[in-house]
């Protein structure tokens, strides 16, 4: 795919664009080269539905120089938190818990105070389609988990920076830990009203689709086939953001540029919605990522 023209528009055009509103932003988080893959593809699918908010990603000082360069080209801002240089507070949550890491790496995304709103998603997200409409929630918003419904997905939220909220967030983290050791467990102790307060802190499950659930929604399964497929067609098809959560991400598969398709390795069972998310993230990849590094390179080799 030499001599790509991606049409893409890039950070530098977005910036420029008038109807973006400046004070609002998507964010994600890679504390290493690897989630980079996935931030890129994300901030790639967020770009290609009519991106109105500035794209910020957060990085640590693990991601490599080059990593940094190519993240630049997809978000607005690429901003490095780095643990270590934190106010003192930061560094005893980490003294005292130190397997919160990338956890506390994650809260901070409530220091992002130049913006009023913002829309946290895990670098294992994919969105479909436009999802400005997350902007009119308020803090704390998520959807539920699919293990758990009581409990909510800390994968897609909407927040309202705010250096208070942050330092609630770490005496929190420091007092308590997390009831599963991540960000979720923590985030759902902290905002522990979520499940019964307020609906429209509710997100509809389809802003935060788990690809890896084979939903087997009995009511409309338990009969026919046929009734199985109208209603993934109700609402499968309505997904809006896809989350990849779990333990195979899709920059594990490998993919076939030519059939456009990741490849099905023995063992590892992929039901077919789970595949064509996989494919979309794959080619996302392909057609926007990869000429990236291309491009690169041949900046290199003319310099
Ligand atoms: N993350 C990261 N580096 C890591 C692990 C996680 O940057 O080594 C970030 C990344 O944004 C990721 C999020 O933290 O999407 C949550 O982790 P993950 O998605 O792996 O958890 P899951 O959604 O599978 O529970
Ligand atoms: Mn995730």
Known sequence: NHGHVDTSPSALECARRPDVVSDQAFVTLATNDIYCQGALVLGQSLRNQRLTRKLVVLITPHVSSLLRVILSRVFD??????????????????LKRP?????????????LT????C?????????????????????????????????????????QP??????????????????????????????????????HKHLPFIYNLSSNTTYTYSPAFKHAK?????????????????????????????YNPQTG?????GSRVVHQHQA?????????????ILPLYESLRDEEEHA
């Open 114 to 117: 130049h913006y009023s709103k």
């Open 99 to 111: 397997e919160l890491g990338v956890t506390l790496t994650k809260l901070h995304c409530w220091t």
């Open 261 to 265: 398709s990741v490849l099905q390795e």
């Open 226 to 254: 046929e009734n199985a497929l109208r209603f993934l067609l109700r609402f499968g098809s309505s997904a809006k953001v896809v989350h990849f959560l779990g333990s195979s991400k899709p920059w594990n598969y490998k």
């Open 276 to 288: 064509s998310f996989l494919n979309l993230w794959w080619s996302i990849y392909h057609r926007s």
């Open 77 to 94: 801002e690429v901003i490095e938190v780095n643990l270590i240089d934190s106010a003192d507070y930061i560094h005893l949550a980490i």
């Open 119 to 159: 829309v946290f998603l895990d670098a294992d997200t994919l969105v479909l389609s436009n999802i400005d409409e997350l902007f009119e929630r308020g803090e704390f918003s998520a959807a539920p988990d699919p293990g758990w419904p009581d409990c909510f997905n800390s994968g897609v939220f909407v927040f």
């Open 162 to 199: 705010s250096l208070e909220t942050h330092s609630l967030l770490l005496q929190h983290a420091t007092d308590h830990g997390s009831f599963d050791g991540a960000d979720q467990g923590l985030l759902n102790s902290f905002f522990s009203s979520w499940s019964t307060a307020d609906i």
